[in-house]
């Protein structure tokens, strides 16, 4: 069973920049498609930078330009580098893992989630 820690959230000033990663056990997540998705209070969960099983990367719109999903050399972590953050980056971030290996926009297409990590952007 594949399972997933986030790691690296927590409180920055706007235009800062955070590493969020997504850390696999006992597995490589070379196969796999890895989605980011936040959730903000109040609103619905969102993917937010996506990287497929070829490292092929998409992004949201808001997001683009600023944040970049990799996967790291070993291939059991995929990481959120985020950049120029912004207020409404704030949220709950989430990794989630498709073993299909395809990038969706739908929560309900990811089979494993991790717990989610906080991130704070406030001055």
């Known amino acids: 069973q594949l399972q997933l820690v986030e790691s690296g959230g927590g409180l920055v000033q706007p235009g800062g920049s955070l590493r969020l990663s997504c850390a696999a056990s006992?597995?490589?997540?070379?196969?796999?498609?890895v989605s980011w998705f936040r959730q903000a209070p109040g609103k619905e969960r969102e993917e937010v930078a996506c990287?497929?099983?070829?490292?092929?990367?998409y992004y949201t719109a808001s997001v683009k330009g600023r944040f970049t999903a990799s996967r790291d050399g070993p291939k059991v972590t995929v990481l959120l580098q985020m950049i120029n953050m912004e207020p409404d980056d704030t949220g709950v971030y989430y990794c989630?893992?498709?073993?299909?290996?395809?990038?969706?926009?739908?929560?309900?297409?990811?089979?494993?989630w991790g717990q989610g990590t906080q991130v704070t952007v406030s001055s």
């Open positions: 989630a893992a498709d073993p299909a290996g395809t990038c969706s926009q739908y929560a309900s297409e990811y089979d494993y």
């Open positions: 006992g597995v490589t997540l070379d196969y796999y498609a």
């Open positions: 990287i497929d099983d070829d490292s092929n990367t």
